[in-house]
């Protein structure tokens, strides 16, 4: 029997005094972070929709999965734009995925799949149950 490897959660961003920056996993996987709209590198907002869009890649291989439709699953494609929101607080109002799902699946199916990954997606669900953000100790 094997056993289920958990990848460590959380990450640090940093920024130095030029506004150029990175964004390490505690994992270890890391990338740069924009500081500035001229800057490479992801941004925050850019990182919201990337982290949708990557766990709901990932859930559409466990619905397939769950719904037994896994042999015939190919590549799989989300596309998350997000929208912010015009009065305040500064904030994410919305955000439309666009799903592409390769395989002989008919519309009943596919559309079974994408309702199937946002129920295991925890990145949505987060979103749906509202997140606790809390301050913890300083960094040294």
């Given at each position: 029997m094997s056993q289920v490897r958990i990848r460590p959660m959380g990450a640090t961003a940093s920024l130095d005094r030029s506004g150029r920056g990175?964004?390490?996993?505690?994992?270890?996987?890391?990338?740069?972070?924009?500081?500035?709209?001229?800057?490479?590198?992801?941004?925050?907002?850019?990182?919201?929709?990337?982290?949708?869009?990557?766990?709901?890649?990932?859930?559409?291989?466990?619905?397939?999965?769950?719904?037994?439709?896994?042999?015939?699953?190919?590549?799989?494609?989300?596309?998350?734009?997000?929208?912010?929101?015009?009065?305040?607080?500064?904030?994410?109002?919305?955000?439309t995925c666009r799903f592409a799902i390769e395989g002989d699946f008919n519309d009943a199916e596919r559309r079974s799949l994408i309702e199937e990954a946002h129920k295991v997606c925890t990145i949505g669900n987060s979103y749906h149950a509202s997140i606790d953000i809390i301050d913890g100790e300083p960094l040294l």
């Open positions: 990175n964004v390490v996993a505690r994992s270890g996987a890391s990338l740069p972070l924009a500081g500035s709209p001229s800057m490479e590198g992801f941004n925050p907002l850019e990182l919201l929709d990337a982290s949708l869009a990557g766990c709901l890649a990932l859930s559409v291989r466990i619905a397939a999965r769950n719904l037994g439709l896994n042999d015939r699953l190919g590549a799989v494609s989300v596309e998350v734009i997000g929208a912010k929101a015009t009065e305040p607080p500064s904030r994410i109002a919305r955000q």
